[in-house]
């Protein structure tokens, strides 16, 4: 049957576009390679500056923070700007978008590091979904996986979850212990739902909410 042509037929088109990422420290002379993913509407260039607890300790560090594809005014129609990794409408798309994004970076960075660099990959809140989605569709293997305060995705295949978990040598999980958002029973949840999948990750917790600390960050640079 011939499309109706009053109806809207969706079509998709791959396009080139500038994505921006900021960095802390030296990658030609760095052992450990950190990339950092924000949260929901949060900025790379304000991000990264909480990772400088983990230069302080741990000198020999490069951390990179992407930032998200899609921009928008936090409120309204002007004033603070944040990004984002994705939203429900055309997600399919957007995630595949990040993971080949995310693929490239990577593999950019890489270049510039001396071999054998052990990387370290962290998500925070939304970024921890969109990291654990990347992983999924790519053959890379960090040293260590960090979640903080966010959610590995449920709507994933379980054997294909299990079998990243089983590659991935080190998982931890931080969250505050007054986040709004991950509730000690969103907490337990979420540990339960790592542990069906074969996951076992170092739970890591401060005294704080929905946010980065310092003290845990200096601790993971260890």
Not at 34 to 57: I, K, M, N, P, T
Not at 93 to 110: H, K, P
Not at 192 to 202: T, V
């Amino acid at each position: 049957m011939a499309a109706d042509p009053l109806e809207a037929q969706q079509h998709s088109l791959v396009v080139p576009r500038t994505a921006r990422y900021f960095q802390l420290g030296n990658l030609g002379t760095a052992k450990r390679l950190w990339v950092v993913c924000h949260g929901y509407g949060q900025l790379a260039s304000f991000f990264v500056r909480h990772f400088r607890a983990v230069l302080e300790h741990a000198p020999d560090t490069a951390v990179v923070a992407p930032e998200g594809l899609s921009r928008f005014y936090l409120q309204g129609t002007s004033g603070r700007v944040g990004a984002t990794w994705m939203t429900r409408e055309d997600r399919l798309s957007e995630i595949e978008d990040c993971s080949a994004y995310l693929d490239l970076l990577l593999a950019q960075l890489l270049t510039y590091c001396p071999p054998g660099v052990e990387v370290t990959l962290l998500g925070f809140s939304q970024g921890a979904s969109t990291l654990s989605r990347w992983l999924m569709r790519s053959s890379f293997t960090p040293a260590r996986l960090v979640l903080w305060a966010g959610a590995f995705p449920e709507d994933v295949e379980p054997p294909a979850a299990q079998a990243l978990f089983q590659r991935i040598p080190q998982l931890s999980y931080v969250c505050g212990n007054a986040d709004a958002f991950i509730t000690e029973e969103r907490l337990q949840a979420q540990l339960e739902y790592l542990a069906q999948l074969g996951a076992k990750p170092r739970l890591l917790r401060f005294v704080g909410g929905h946010q980065l600390d310092a003290a845990v960050l200096r601790e993971l640079a260890q």
